[in-house]
């Protein structure tokens, strides 16, 4: 990319969002200095921030901002005690992050799974089972399925002179909208080990039958990828019991937002997992929405507790797929890397039997891959 100057919005969000957020600027401001590039971030509030900010979830001067940067920085959103004050639709989780995806067509979802060498003790399953280590990239349909599928609602009926509620959720994925993210992840799967397996439930669902028919097909063009389809409830074992059978894990919304927290959980937290989501290429750019893939964690949130890995290696994808800083983006990876090898471990990574381990706050961590890089 020809530009050194670019312009980010940071949205932080509810719970850790903020403590995590900063100590991932800090980590950019000091990549900055050492590349040379200037990054123009620009912070807004959204979800429930948005909402005391501004009465909505997504703000407009927040949407707008979206608008003129090159990619967002996320923070995460939703604080579930609040829930019942707001209507559902107004709630942070559907009407900033699902609307965010939505509109920016944010229909590629890479959630990146590595355990290290370093943190084979945080990982549940036994070392023998660890291999040569873990490293799957879940390829996650982001906009589509049941999460946006109409209708979608609840309603009250009557049925034998009976009057109870039914809840609907629609299940829809056109060819296209297949075709798009399969070509998505055997592309990602030519850059890694050439391993791809499709998720699916086809014994089942027309959904199932549809996108194992369209990954075969798209699957022709890539005659150097290894193709194999799986069904979802034996993915989920297959996870616990070899997960490093797997290279590129397709899969559409749901079942992807279900195995890549289990997929993280293996790679030792689900606050080491970042995630990059992105839509179509524009030229040389590629619009991109980059958020850690956990929640807001209340119950730590504010207490210095949270693990900011996982904002700082979605600042690192950003690098690399929104901003085209290849090296840079490797560099933040590498100074987690020596981070965590230091013995550096937040709270969720720490095991008190490891030696070497030091117990670090979300602060001291932040500071601890800032002083690496
Ligand atoms: C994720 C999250 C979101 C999702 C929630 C917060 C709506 O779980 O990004 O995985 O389900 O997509
Ligand atoms: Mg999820």
């Keep these: 990319m020809s530009s050194s100057s670019f312009k980010i919005a940071a949205l932080a969000g509810d719970g850790i969002g903020p403590e995590v957020m900063r100590e991932a600027i800090k980590v950019l401001r000091v990549i900055e200095k050492k590349f040379g590039f200037k990054i123009e971030i620009t912070e807004a509030p959204v979800g429930w921030a948005g909402i005391d900010a501004a009465g909505k979830a997504l703000p407009d001067d927040t949407l707008a901002l979206c608008r003129k940067s090159d990619s967002i920085l996320f923070g995460s959103v939703g604080l579930p005690d609040r829930d019942p004050t707001i209507p559902k639709e107004q709630r942070p989780e559907r009407a900033a992050l699902l609307r965010i995806r939505k509109e920016f067509g944010l229909f590629a979802n890479l959630r990146p799974v590595q355990l290290p060498k370093a943190l084979a003790h945080a990982c ?3 070392v023998e089972r660890q291999g040569d280590g873990i490293d799957v990239l879940v390829v996650r349909e982001l906009t589509g399925g049941m999460y946006f599928g109409q209708p979608k609602k609840t309603e009250e009926i009557s049925e034998g002179g009976k009057t109870f509620q039914r809840a609907i959720d629609t299940m829809v994925y056109t060819t296209p909208e297949i075709e798009r993210i399969a070509h998505v992840a055997f592309k990602a799967a030519a850059g890694r080990r050439k391993r791809l397996t499709s998720i699916d439930k086809a014994n089942v669902l027309e959904n199932g039958i549809l996108w194992r028919d369209v990954v075969t097909r798209v699957g022709k063009e890539y005659p150097g990828i290894t193709l194999e389809h799986m069904f979802v409830d034996n993915a989920a074992m297959q996870l616990m019991l070899k997960p490093t059978q797997f290279d590129v894990m397709l899969c559409e919304n749901m079942f992807g937002d279900i195995l890549s927290d289990e997929a993280a959980a293996l790679a030792g937290s689900l606050g080491m997992l970042p995630s990059a ?15 850690p893939a956990g929640g807001t964690a209340p119950d730590i949130a504010g207490k210095n507790l949270a693990n900011p890995i996982a904002q700082i290696l979605s600042t690192a994808l950003m690098l690399r797929y929104s901003l085209g800083l290849n090296e840079a983006a490797a560099a933040i990876e590498s100074a987690v890397k020596k981070a965590i090898e230091a013995g550096n471990r937040t709270g969720d990574i ?24």
């Design 124 to 126: 549940p399953l036994r």
């Design 277 to 291: 989501s992105l839509g179509v290429t524009a030229g040389e750019k590629t619009f991109g929405f980059y958020e």
């Design 350 to 373: 720490f095991t008190a039997s490891e030696t070497g381990a030091k117990r670090v706050g979300t602060k001291e961590m932040g500071d601890a891959i800032a002083a690496a890089i």
